[in-house]
């Protein structure tokens, strides 16, 4: 019972271009939803978070947008860069539950020059 | 000057043996976390405190000890490893009880092999 996937195991993007990353998620209780990035040997590093009152929040290259009604976020990344290259997963979670975040299971992207 | 730091990076060990892993953050963060990543690289939440405090328990065999002595301090001892056990071990922290505002912070991961 997987609350929260992201269908795309990997995503392929020219340098320059934008890379949109999707996660869908099935719990209506979730009102907070973020979006890590993962290289490998490494943990998790935080990019961008949005609470379940707003639909759009950006943070430089970065930006989330949240479609409460379709449960469905995505991650735009304008422009990519090769640096991007990583596994980028979106979680999810019910605010006054300790902290938990629920994870989808990434997607891997990659950004050629 | 590491801000989550893990240790060890890589353990290997044999079924039924007992170890522990230890997890350090210099954040000042009040909350810290194990999550388990298995194979099929799903990250789930173990366990989380909150100041010293327990605040979840996944459902966790109790095989699975966490132990914190102090805020900046999460330590997960397993008892009898099974197989079933290998996996990459993250900490983190956040800031807050929420973890959501910020974020976590996570540790590189402890990969656990058991044979």
């Known amino acids: 019972d997987q609350q929260v996937k992201q269908n795309s195991p990997s995503l392929s993007v020219q340098e320059g271009r934008i890379s949109i990353l999707n996660c869908d998620y099935t719990n209506s209780m979730f009102d907070y939803f973020l979006w890590y990035k993962k290289y490998p040997a490494e943990g998790p590093t935080f990019l961008i978070s949005i609470s379940s009152i707003k639909d759009k929040n950006e943070d430089g290259r970065f930006t989330v947008f949240l479609n409460k009604s379709a449960k469905h976020l995505s991650l735009h990344i304008v422009p990519s860069q090769p640096g991007d290259s990583a596994v980028y997963f979106c979680a999810a979670s019910v605010y006054n539950q300790g902290g938990k975040l629920i994870f989808g299971q990434g997607t891997e992207l990659s950004v050629k020059p | 000057d590491t801000a989550v730091s893990q240790t060890p990076k890589y353990l290997v060990t044999q079924m039924g043996n007992d170890k522990s892993i230890k997890c350090e953050q210099n954040l000042g963060h009040d909350t810290m976390y194990w999550y388990k990543q298995d194979s099929k690289k799903f990250l789930k939440i173990m366990f989380s405190?909150?100041?010293?405090?327990?605040?979840i328990n996944e459902t966790v065999p109790n095989r699975f000890s966490p132990k914190s002595p102090d805020k900046a301090h999460l330590n997960l001892h397993i008892n009898s490893l099974e197989l079933g056990d290998s996996a990459v071990y993250f900490c983190?922290?956040?800031?807050?009880?929420?973890?959501?505002?910020?974020?976590?912070?996570f540790g590189s991961g402890t990969r656990l092999t058991v044979v």
């Open positions: 983190a922290s956040s800031q807050d009880r929420q973890g959501v505002n910020y974020g976590y912070t």
């Open positions: 405190y909150n100041n010293k405090e327990l605040i």
